[in-house]
C-alpha cells in the first residue's frame, strides 16, 4: 500500500488558527506581537519573501514591519540597528533576511539577535540551548520537521533516525531536536561512506541536502517514515514537443519512494508551509517570552 501523504498545509492551517487565537488575547492584554525584518539591500527575490511574510503575519493579528536598509551599509551599522531592536521593548521579535551582502558575517550579525527575540532560532546561543536539553527558540525547519514526524503517531523515542545533509540551518539543528527526544541519529553528509547503507536502517528518515532525487526506493526501509526537506527547482523538457518546462522537486524521488514508505511528505505540500507555521510560532512564543508570560527554557520530554 502506498504511503500516507503527512499533509503539510492542513498542519500548517491548524496551527496559523492557534496561533491567531493567542495573538488576538495578547492584544488584548495590550501585548501585542510585534516581528521587525531587516532586508540588507534590494535582491528582488527577497522582498517577495518579505511582502509574503507581511501578509501572513497581518492574517494572523501580528504586527509586522520592514527596515529595508542599503546594500553596503557596513556591519557596525547594522549592529548598531540590531542592538536599537533588543534594546525596544515593542519589538517582540526580529528577523534577519539572508543571504547578506558579502562583506557582512551573517553569524557575527545573527548572534547579537536577543536570544529572546531570535524567531528564526538561528542565534548560536539558541542552538546551544538545544544541545543542554533546555530549548528557548529552535530553528523553524527543525520544529516542523519534528512536528511532521509526531503527526503521524509513529514514535521518536527509540526510533532509529538517518538524516541525510549536515547544514547549519537544517541537518545539524533537526538531528539535535530528534536525539533531545531519544531518537538514536545518523547524520550524514557529503563525506559519508556507503548512504544507502544508514538510510536503509532507518525507522525515519530525514533528508535536507538539496539534491534533486537523491534518495530512491534503494535507500528506503519498507515501512519507514520519510520527510523531504529539500526544494530544488529542475527543468524538464517534453519528448514530444521539445518544450522545456520548471518544476519543484524534493530531495527524495517521490513516486518510487512512496510506494515503500508508511508516511511521506510532498514537495511542495510538505516541510514548507509547516516551517512557514513555526516561523509564526516562534513569533508568537518570542513576544510571550519578551512579556514575561512564559519561561525561557523548555526542557525537552
Not at 527509540?158 to 545539524?172: K, P, Q
Amino acid at each position: 500500500m502506498p504511503g500516507k501523504i503527512i499533509d503539510g498545509k492542513a498542519l500548517a492551517a491548524a496551527a496559523k488558527t492557534q496561533i491567531a487565537q493567542q495573538a488576538a488575547t495578547l492584544k488584548a492584554l495590550n501585548r501585542p506581537v510585534h516581528l521587525v525584518a531587516l532586508l540588507v539591500g534590494d535582491s528582488a527575490a527577497a522582498q517577495v519573501y518579505a511582502d509574503n511574510q507581511r501578509r501572513q503575519c497581518e492574517s494572523l493579528g501580528i504586527e509586522y514591519s520592514l527596515k529595508t536598509l542599503r546594500a553596503d551599509l557596513g556591519e557596525k551599522a547594522l549592529l548598531d540597528i540590531i542592538h536599537g531592536l533588543n534594546a525596544d521593548s515593542s519589538v517582540t521579535g526580529i528577523f534577519l533576511h539572508t543571504p547578506l551582502p558579502a562583506h557582512l558575517d551573517p553569524q557575527r550579525v545573527q548572534y547579537a539577535i536577543d536570544i529572546l527575540k531570535d524567531v528564526e532560532g538561528v542565534n548560536p546561543a539558541n542552538i546551544g540551548h538545544i544541545f543542554y536539553g533546555h530549548t528557548i527558540i529552535a530553528p523553524c525547519t527543525a520544529v516542523a520537521v519534528v512536528e511532521l514526524i509526531e503527526s503521524t503517531g509513529v514514535p521518536i523515542r527509540g526510533a532509529n533516525v538517518t538524516v541525510v545533509g549536515a547544514s547549519r540551518i537544517a541537518g545539524r539543528p533537526i538531528a539535535l531536536l530528534l536525539t533531545a527526544r531519544d531518537a538514536t541519529v545518523t547524520l550524514c553528509h557529503i563525506y559519508t561512506r556507503d548512504l544507502k547503507a544508514h538510510t536503509t536502517n532507518a525507522d525515519i528518515l530525514v533528508v535536507a541536502a538539496g539534491k534533486p532525487n537523491l534518495i530512491t526506493a534503494e535507500h528506503v526501509k519498507a515501512g519507514a517514515v520519510v520527510i523531504d526537506v529539500g526544494i530544488n527547482r529542475v527543468t524538464t523538457r517534453d519528448p514530444a514537443t521539445g518544450k522545456e518546462s520548471s518544476k519543484i522537486v524534493g530531495d527524495v524521488a517521490f513516486d518510487e519512494v512512496a510506494a515503500l514508505a508508511s508516511h511521506i511528505t510532498p514537495v511542495p505540500g510538505g516541510v514548507g508551509p509547516m516551517t512557514v507555521a513555526m516561523l509564526l510560532r516562534n513569533t508568537l512564543r518570542a513576544a510571550k517570552l519578551v512579556y514575561g508570560l512564559e519561561q525561557p527554557f523548555h526542557a525537552e520530554a
